[in-house]
Nanobody, 127 residues
């Protein structure tokens, strides 16, 4: 099990950028595939992006492709989500999630595959 803590959320205007961070505990961070999800008011939890343990594989939701970039620094046990050209529809609580994979190449989009979750950080984009 790994402890996850998101940070970096806030209130910005449309077109602005934010970078979210997900700090983790433990010494085996590189063996965990990681993902970002978000939940807007009144809506279901939505996949945003995922990255393999090695960082060599990434996948994005169509709604954020070309605007968001997921990355990780295994030496710092931290994952990031760089969000550019933010839109009002990006307003949501953003959660990071982790799943142990035992290897470095897999990414996962399905939320039920993740075993550990952070508490979330609010991102609000004003039009």
């Amino acid at each position: 099990q790994v402890q996850l803590e998101e940070s970096g959320g806030g209130l910005v205007q449309a077109g602005d950028s934010l970078r979210l961070s997900c700090a983790t505990s433990g010494r085996t961070f590189s063996t965990y595939a990681m993902g970002w999800f978000r939940q807007a008011p009144g809506k279901d939890l939505e996949f945003v992006a995922a990255i393999s343990g090695s960082g060599g594989s990434t996948v994005y939701a169509d709604s954020v492709k070309g605007r968001f970039t997921i990355s990780r620094d295994n030496a710092k046990n931290t994952m990031y989500l760089q969000m550019n050209s933010l839109k009002s529809e990006d307003t949501a609580v953003y959660y990071c999630a982790a799943v142990p994979t035992g290897s470095g190449h897999y990414t996962y989009q399905a939320r039920n595959l993740y075993s550990d979750w952070g508490q979330g950080t609010q991102v609000t984009v004003s039009a």
